[in-house]
C-alpha cells in the first residue's frame, strides 16, 4: 500500500497573501490531483498533472497555481488569498487518468483572516 | 459537464437496517467510484468500478444500471460505525471525476 501526506495540515492566512500547500504520494502514482471542499459543495477540480512537469486546469484554477516537481509531489499555490475564505483543499493520486481509482490525503484546511 | 446528484440528502437508520444511497448522473459511465467521509476527515474510497461492474466490499454492494444514469451504493446491515458522509464520483471520459454534494447518514443505536 502507499500513503498520501499533506502539508501543513492548517493553514492560516492574511488577505492578499501568497500560500503554497503541499502533497506527497508514494504510491508510484502517474497522476496527481487538487480539489477544493467547500461545505455544502462537491469537490471541485483545481489543477491535476498526468506525469511529472504536467499542468492541466481543472474547474476552478482562476486564482491558484500548481508545480508538478517530481513524479511524487504536486504543490498548490493560492496566488492571492481572499479575506474570510474558508475551505479544505485535498490532493488525490491514481494511476492512470480519471478512469482509474483515486486515493485521497487527509487535507489541509485554510482559513483566511 | 458532468452533473451529479445524490439522493437522499440526507438518512436516519436503526443500527442493523439497510440502506440504499443513489448517485444520478447526465452523462455515460466509464467509471465509478464511492467515497466515505467523517466530518474532517480524510475521503476514503470504498468501492470502484470499471463501468458497468457490479462491486462489492463487506457489507456495500455498488451497481449500476447501464440503460439509466443511476448508481446504487446499498449498506446491508448497518452500523453505528457507518455514520458519515457518502459520496459518489462518476468519470464519464477523461482524467476528471465529477463529485456529488453526498447522502449524510446516521445511524442510531
Known amino acids: 500500500g502507499g500513503i498520501i501526506t499533506q502539508t501543513p495540515k492548517f493553514l492560516i492566512g492574511q488577505e492578499g497573501q501568497k500560500l503554497t500547500l503541499k502533497c506527497q504520494q508514494n504510491f508510484n502514482h502517474d497522476t496527481m490531483y487538487w480539489y477544493r471542499q467547500d461545505s455544502g459543495k462537491g469537490l471541485r477540480l483545481i489543477y491535476y498533472s498526468i506525469t511529472e512537469n504536467d499542468l492541466q486546469k481543472g474547474d476552478l484554477s482562476e486564482g491558484y497555481d500548481a508545480s508538478r516537481e517530481k513524479k511524487s509531489s504536486f504543490s498548490l499555490t493560492v496566488t492571492s488569498a481572499q479575506k474570510n475564505e474558508m475551505a479544505v483543499f485535498l490532493c488525490a493520486s491514481s494511476i492512470g487518468g480519471g478512469t482509474y481509482e483515486q486515493y485521497f490525503g487527509p487535507g489541509t484546511r485554510l482559513t483566511v483572516l | 459537464g458532468q452533473q451529479v446528484e445524490q439522493s437522499p440528502a440526507s438518512l436516519v437508520l436503526q443500527e442493523g437496517e439497510n440502506a440504499e444511497l443513489q448517485c444520478t448522473y447526465s452523462t455515460t459511465l466509464n467509471s465509478m467510484q464511492w467515497f466515505y467521509q467523517r466530518p474532517g476527515g480524510r475521503l476514503v474510497s470504498l468501492l470502484y468500478?470499471?463501468?458497468?461492474a457490479e462491486q462489492r466490499g463487506g457489507r456495500l454492494t455498488s451497481s449500476a444500471a447501464s440503460n439509466e444514469s443511476r448508481s446504487s451504493l446499498h449498506i446491508s446491515s448497518s452500523q453505528i460505525t457507518d455514520s458519515g458522509t457518502y459520496l459518489c464520483?462518476?468519470?464519464?471520459?477523461?482524467?476528471?471525476?465529477?463529485f456529488g454534494i453526498g447522502t449524510r447518514v446516521l445511524v442510531r443505536p
Open positions: 468500478s470499471p463501468s458497468w
Open positions: 464520483a462518476p468519470n464519464s471520459a477523461g482524467n476528471k471525476l465529477t
